[in-house]
């Protein structure tokens, strides 16, 4: 079955690491994005890329970086200057956004 | 004024009511419209498009005003396992095919015995 594969589920980051989440989908989708929801509050974008080796910066890019070397991959690793990365990650994947979205099952990341 | 606006609720209905969510929008050339839906801990999944005639999908109405960028969601007969969050969803991409969603706050619905 076509979809997208978030991992880890879950993960433990200690002060000052680099970690890399990880986002695979096989449904054949040009764009993907990474979001990302804290308790109570809705998405937001952190980077989004339409092509592959094309990406953009979303709304909270800051801490962040992503890579999109194959249509498939769209990992998203939070660095050390992300100062509050504890949340849940959620990647997703479009064909066109008029047809909405496709999430992954999320990574929920803590910092230790 | 943010660009997606939800009342968050919680809304608590007993099973069998009807109940209905609002939700605004302030981009005037937003293209697509949808109403995801987001159980406790788990990732947001596509409940319905919002089409400009308005659609029904079984007990669930969604309806869009362009005018005054308004979208609402209607949910007849209740069920228990209708308890969620249900986000309000629209396209920035000002016509363009890509682009990004943008969410709303999320409505929290809880349906009790």
């Known amino acids: 079955d076509g979809g997208i594969t978030q991992s880890p589920k879950y993960l433990f980051r200690k002060e000052g690491q680099n970690v890399t989440l990880s986002c695979e989908q096989n449904?054949?989708?040009?764009?993907m994005y990474w979001y990302r929801q804290d308790p109570g509050q809705g998405l937001r974008l952190i980077y989004y890329?339409?092509?592959?080796?094309?990406?953009q910066k979303g709304d909270i890019a800051e801490g962040y970086s992503v890579s999109r070397e194959k249509k498939e991959s769209f990992p998203l690793t939070v660095t050390s200057a992300q100062k509050n990365p504890t949340a849940f990650y959620l990647c997703a994947s479009s064909i066109r956004t008029s047809y909405g979205y496709t999430f992954g099952s999320g990574t929920r990341l803590t910092v230790v | 004024r943010k660009e997606v606006e939800q009342d968050p609720g919680p809304f608590n209905v007993p099973e069998g009511a009807t109940v209905a969510f609002n939700c605004t929008y302030s981009n005037s050339a937003s293209q697509s419209f949808f109403w995801y839906r987001q159980d406790c801990r788990k990732e947001p999944k596509l409940l319905m498009s919002v089409y400009s005639s308005g659609n029904e999908d079984g007990r669930f109405t969604a309806q869009l005003n362009r005018a005054s960028q308004y979208i609402s969601l209607l949910i007849r007969d209740s069920k228990l396992s209708d308890s969620a969050t249900y986000l309000c969803v629209v396209n920035n991409a000002g016509g363009t095919s890509y682009g990004k969603l943008t969410f709303g706050q999320g409505t929290i619905l809880t349906v009790h015995p």
């Open positions: 890329s339409q092509i592959v080796n094309d990406f």
């Open positions: 449904l054949n989708h040009d764009a």
